[in-house]
Structures are given as C-alpha cells and as structure tokens.
T-cell receptor, first 111, second 113 residues
Framework: NAGVTQTPKFQVLKTGQSMTLQCAQDMNHNSMYWYRQDPGMGLRLIYYSASEGTTDKGEVPNGYNVSRLNKREFSLRLESAAPSQTSVYFC??????????FGPGTRLLVL | DQQVKQNSPSLSVQEGRISILNCDYT??????FLWYKKYPAEGPTFLIS???IKDKNEDGRFTVFLNKSAKHLSLHIVPSQPGDSAVYFCAAERAGNNRKLIWGLGTSLAVNP
C-alpha cells in the first residue's frame, strides 16, 4: 500500500516548455487534489476532482490543466511553463469521512 | 483575504516543555478543523482534528482546543520532543464547499534538546 505517489520528484524546465506531473493513489479514494506550496504562502489549491470524471478549479488554476484519468490517477499539466510556476507541487487524495493524504511532492524549477 | 490565520511564523521551545500553536479563523461556517505536520521534503501528514461541536480533542501528547466564540483554536504538544520539530499547518473546512480545506500559512516549530 504505497498511498499517494508523485512523479517526478524534481524537474527543471525552461520557460515555455510543457510537462505533466503525475499522481496516483491506491486507497480507492474518490477525491483528489493538486496544491502548490510557495514560501510564505502556505498551501494553495490549484484544481481538485471530487470524483472520477469531474474536475473543478481551485484558488490558483491559471496556467494549469488537469485530467482525472481514472479513479487512481490525477495529472497536472503545465502547457507553457513560466518562472512564476516554480514551486513545490503536492497531490492529495481523500476518501469519504477521511482526511486528506498527501504525496511526497514534486519540486519544479522554471528557468 | 486569509480565512485561516497562523500569526506566529515560528516557535522555539525546550524539549520536555509545552508547545502551543495558535490558529484563528474568520468564517463562522467552518465546521471541522485539522492540524497537519510537515517535515522538509515530505508531504503534510494529518495530526489531529476537531469538530465544531466539540471544544477539545486529545490524542496522546497532542490536544486541540476550539473556542468557537473567539474563532480560535490551539494545538498543545506535551511534552515536546525534538522529533516534533516541523511546520504545523492549521486547516478548516465546511459543508457545501466540497469540503475543500482552507489552509493557514503554517508555524515552524523548533524543539531544542
């Protein structure tokens, strides 16, 4: 039981490049989330998926897209990376009557 | 507009003493409050929670107190241990909002041996 896994762990991009951050959970949770954490800003919700087949914007969705591929997987895509997207990205999942479980994070540097 | 506020960015205590981390909120519709702990280079992990119908919840060395009239909650760690050194996030949620968590900015706790 791996919980929530994220790939890659670390990535360097040039401005304008695209990439997809992958997240998978093996806890049969319905809800999944993407957050970013920046110094002094706490955790900010980018997008979430309350159930398979649905996605909704969070607090800071601009510049990102998501796909809830199936119940297990929720990916975050940066179509054209910008230096302002340099951050640590966390994926989380949540079951009914449970708290959110987080992955280990992806550190992204956009030059 | 920060709905969940942790006004102390950092806190330092001696091993064995009590650590008290504070959190204030502005939205009276919040009905569930959580504390998460985060070590460097790891994701946050759930620590303890409290429903708005209670004023105290205890789990081992960790106790959370809720004062609804003051819109204030606190996390007490007794006794503090060096392994408790981490960033602690307060979060709140309410019904009808897909139960999304609203997060504070975190308090960095250092427990000195």
């Amino acid at each position: 039981n791996a919980g929530v896994t994220q790939t890659p762990k670390f990535q360097v991009l040039k401005t304008g490049q695209s990439m997809t951050l992958q997240c998978a959970q093996d806890m049969n949770h319905n809800s999944m989330y993407w957050y970013r954490q920046d110094p002094g800003m706490g955790l900010r919700l980018i997008y979430y998926s309350a159930s398979e087949g649905t996605t909704d914007k969070g607090e800071v969705p601009n510049g990102y897209n998501v796909s809830r591929l199936n119940k297990r997987e929720f990916s975050l895509r940066l179509e054209s990376a910008a230096p302002s997207q340099t951050s640590v990205y966390f994926c989380a999942s949540k079951g009914i009557q449970e708290t959110q479980y987080f992955g280990p994070g992806t550190r992204l540097l956009v030059l | 507009d920060q709905q969940v506020k942790q006004n102390s960015p950092s806190l330092s205590v001696q091993e064995g003493r009590i650590s008290i981390l504070n959190c204030d909120y502005t939205n009276s519709m919040f009905d569930y409050f959580l504390w998460y702990k985060k070590y460097p280079a790891e994701g946050p992990t759930f620590l303890i929670s409290i429903s708005s119908i209670k004023d105290k919840n205890e789990d081992g060395r960790f106790t959370v107190f809720l004062n609804k009239s003051a819109k204030h909650l606190s996390l007490h760690i007794v006794p503090s241990q060096p392994g408790d050194s981490a960033v602690y996030f307060c979060a709140a949620e309410r019904a009808g909002n897909n139960r999304k968590l609203i997060w504070g900015l975190g308090t960095s706790l250092a427990v000195n041996p």
